[in-house]
């Protein structure tokens, strides 16, 4: 059984900083991928970033710039630093991993609210 624990939403007033973390554990053969989508109220899952084995990142142009997403293998544990928050950055964000066999995990998802 594989588990996924994500922290570090939290309601943060625009311009200021967040960090999350993504915790992975349990019968996970070899991660590849980890990375990190996003949905708004009334909105589809959107892609936010990924960061790959050797340490590629892929980001959204909307969180270009302001996001950064980091790795920790030993860990099997993914980051996103989020910075210059705005409302618009509001959403229940999901990790996921990318296991090397193909299957996928999900997060159950962590708030982050952005006032105005």
């Known amino acids: 059984q594989v588990r996924l624990v994500e922290s570090g939403g939290a309601l943060v007033q625009a311009g200021g900083s967040l960090r999350l973390s993504c915790a992975a554990s349990g019968s996970i053969f070899r991660i590849n991928t980890m990375g990190w989508y996003r949905q708004a109220p009334g909105n589809e899952r959107e892609f936010v970033a990924l960061?790959?084995?050797?340490?590629?990142?892929n980001y959204a142009d909307s969180v270009k710039g302001r996001f950064t997403i980091s790795r920790d293998n030993a860990k099997s544990t993914v980051y996103l630093q989020m910075n210059s928050l705005k409302p618009e950055d509001t959403a229940v964000y999901y990790c996921?991993?990318?296991?090397?066999?193909?299957?996928?995990?999900w997060g159950q998802g962590t708030q982050v609210t952005v006032s105005s």
């Open positions: 996921y991993v990318d296991e090397i066999l193909g299957s996928v995990y």
């Open positions: 960061i790959t084995t050797s340490g590629s990142t």
